[in-house]
């Protein structure tokens, strides 16, 4: 069975939310960087983890090239859902340029601070 992952996108106060499931990874990368690409040229993003089952080292490295690519633009990527285990890889690896937010209003809180 090939991995795959679904999404779906909602709004909510200028920031563009994405509920994602499946496995983030190499075989899912590119079509989860180019949907996060074409929503953060113009909206914060906030990236809906709850539903993922699996973030392979391939899906960390797209989250953590998306948020540098977002800091460019003067935007901001937060991850809401994180897995025990994604947020052991985040911290195992330093990626500290992903925010980890605990609900969507924290993360619309945060973005007044952290453009």
């Known amino acids: 069975m090939a991995a795959e992952i679904n999404y779906s996108i909602e709004e909510r106060e200028g920031a563009k939310i994405i509920n994602l499931a ?3 990874c190499s075989a899912t990368e ?9 929503l953060v040229a ?5 990236i809906n983890m709850a539903g993922v089952a699996m973030v392979t080292s391939s899906g960390l ?6 948020s540098h690519l977002a800091r460019q633009k003067k935007r901001r990527i937060m991850i809401l859902g994180a897995s025990e285990n994604l947020q052991s890889l985040i911290n195992a690896t330093e990626a500290y340029d992903l925010l980890l937010i605990h609900s969507v ?11």
């Open 105 to 115: 209003e924290e993360g619309i809180r945060k973005l007044e601070y952290y453009i």
């Open 22 to 24: 499946g496995v983030l």
């Open 61 to 66: 490295k797209a989250l953590t090239d998306l």
């Open 30 to 38: 590119r079509e989860f960087i180019s949907l996060v690409e074409s």
């Open 42 to 46: 113009t909206n914060n993003v906030i």
